[in-house]
Nanobody
């Protein structure tokens, strides 16, 4: 059973930083993409970033480019989202998600992700 557990959310002032973690386990496929998504109250879920375990490629939403960085520690089966220069509009519940991909494939935020974590709250105060 695939399990994804997010951590690292919290309350931070605008301009501050947070690092989210997504601990993954139970994968039955060799290659996968891990994505970060967020959903603010009253808004649709938005793809934030993703990383491919196969070729290490990454993808970012325009709204976070230059501020957020996704990375992975394969030995720990953990994906991180470093969020810098946070803005009040980054406030949301952040989810990580996973999907199996073909060997050599890059990741895309637009994939249909099959497995989801429970989410972690990020609140940025002005």
């Amino acid at each position: 059973e695939v399990q994804l557990v997010e951590s690292g959310g919290g309350l931070v002032q605008a301009g501050g930083s947070l690092r989210l973690s997504c601990a993954a386990s139970g994968f039955t496929f060799d290659d996968y993409a891990i994505g970060w998504f967020r959903q603010a109250p009253g808004k649709e879920r938005e793809g934030v970033s993703c990383i491919s375990s196969s070729d290490g490629s990454t993808d970012y939403a325009d709204s976070v480019k230059g501020r957020f960085t996704i990375s992975s520690d394969n030995a720990k089966n953990t994906v991180y989202l470093q969020m810098n220069s946070l803005k009040p509009e980054d406030t949301a519940v952040y989810y990580c998600a996973a999907v199996g991909i073909l060997y050599g494939s890059s990741c895309q935020i637009s994939y249909e992700y099959d497995y989801w974590g429970q989410g972690t709250q990020v609140t940025v105060s002005s």
